[in-house]
């Protein structure tokens, strides 16, 4: 079967950085749009960046925008988030997840057609 499993996330002080990353099995990777979400403590999850199946395109919420940086090693069957300048409004758990619909790159959650269990990243003031 499908499975995402994240790892990479943990505790760290406002202005560092943290990789995160997704090790994919179960499917042909590169069929396969990939998209990092995060979901804060009583608020809804919300896109963070998505990459295209060949990496050649890539995403990002305003909010994260020259701070994050994804990518992805189809050799490894692993996509990745950078996480630079990291902020306090950052804490939450992140998601990876994988979208068939690799025709276009999109940062609507329900297109995405499986998920991993999340990792925690905390940010220290």
């Known amino acids: 079967q499908v499975q995402l499993v994240e790892s990479g996330g943990g505790l760290v002080q406002a202005g560092g950085s943290l990789r995160l990353s997704c090790a994919a099995s179960?499917?042909?990777?590169?069929?396969?749009?990939m998209g990092w979400f995060r979901q804060a403590p009583g608020k809804e999850r919300e896109f963070a960046a998505t990459?295209?199946?060949?990496?050649?395109?890539?995403d990002y919420a305003d909010s994260v925008k020259g701070r994050f940086t994804i990518s992805r090693d189809n050799a490894k069957n692993t996509v990745y988030l950078q996480m630079n300048s990291l902020d306090p409004e950052d804490t939450a758990v992140y998601y990876c997840?994988?979208?068939?619909?690799?025709?276009?790159?999109?940062?609507?959650?329900?297109?995405?057609?499986?998920w991993g269990q999340g990792t925690q990243l905390i940010v220290s003031s």
């Open positions: 997840a994988a979208s068939q619909d690799v025709d276009r790159i999109t940062r609507i959650i329900h297109y995405y057609n499986y």
């Open positions: 179960g499917l042909t990777f590169t069929r396969y749009n």
């Open positions: 990459i295209s199946w060949n990496g050649g395109i890539t």
